[in-house]
């Protein structure tokens, strides 16, 4: 259903010089870094407005978060070193492959932080007071926001073209993100009950209709 306007797109890129090639390859890399970027930039915004933490939130285990942060700094490290050369035909595909991905990943995250609102925090809590979100993404998913950061990550490394990123993403990251998500579940089924468990049991923790 795709193809008609995919068709076009592949033609013109394969008329392209080596040299604007590689240019343009090296813009989409850019456009996959500044997703990031910007992404990073609205995170301390929201840290900072959640700097007065509410006594009320039961909070709950932060070994996850850590070690998926952890996972998220060798990945960047292993971007930064083993990035491939923006040259070729391959490597523009790979660019564009990937800062779409990228930038559909950071804007999922985006939609679900709004969509959250007061109820979310950067390490695991959980409040009465915030309410349990099951609108907007969370209708689909549990945990819309770790399928955005997963998506930006396998995104950041097509781009780049850097197989070890990948590795790290896949293995690292995504696992880690699935922790994460695991022990959120524990602390708002704490929270919520019988309503959280309702909720899950109509809902997948990250993929929609998959897992």
């Not at 997963?150 to 990948?166: I, T």
Request: aromatic letters at 10%; hydrophobic letters at 55%.
């Amino acid at each position: 259903m795709c193809s008609p306007y995919l068709l076009p797109i592949a033609l013109y890129l394969m008329r392209l010089g080596a040299q604007e090639m590689s240019t343009l390859a090296v813009v989409l890399r850019i456009v996959a870094l500044l997703a990031f970027a910007g992404l990073m930039l609205l995170s301390v915004s929201w840290c900072r407005n959640q700097a007065k933490a509410r006594a009320r939130q039961d909070h709950g285990d932060r070994a996850p978060l850590v070690t998926n942060l952890t996972a998220f700094g060798l990945f960047f490290l292993s971007l930064l070193i083993f990035s491939s050369s923006p040259a070729g035909f391959t490597a523009l595909l790979l660019a564009l492959s990937g800062s779409l991905l990228a930038l559909a990943g950071a804007a999922l995250v985006v939609r679900s932080r709004a969509e959250l609102g007061a109820a979310w925090s950067f390490a695991p809590k959980a409040d009465q007071s915030t309410g349990l979100v099951t609108t907007g993404p969370y209708r689909l998913v549990r945990h819309p926001i770790y399928l955005g950061l997963a998506l930006l990550a396998v995104g950041e490394a097509l781009a780049f073209r850097s197989w070890p990123a990948l590795f790290i993403a896949l293995s690292g990251i995504i696992p880690t993100l699935a922790w994460r998500a695991r022990a959120e579940e524990k602390l708002l089924s704490r929270t919520f009950g019988e309503r959280y468990e309702v909720y899950r049991q109509r809902s997948k923790m990250i993929v929609p209709h998959l897992l």
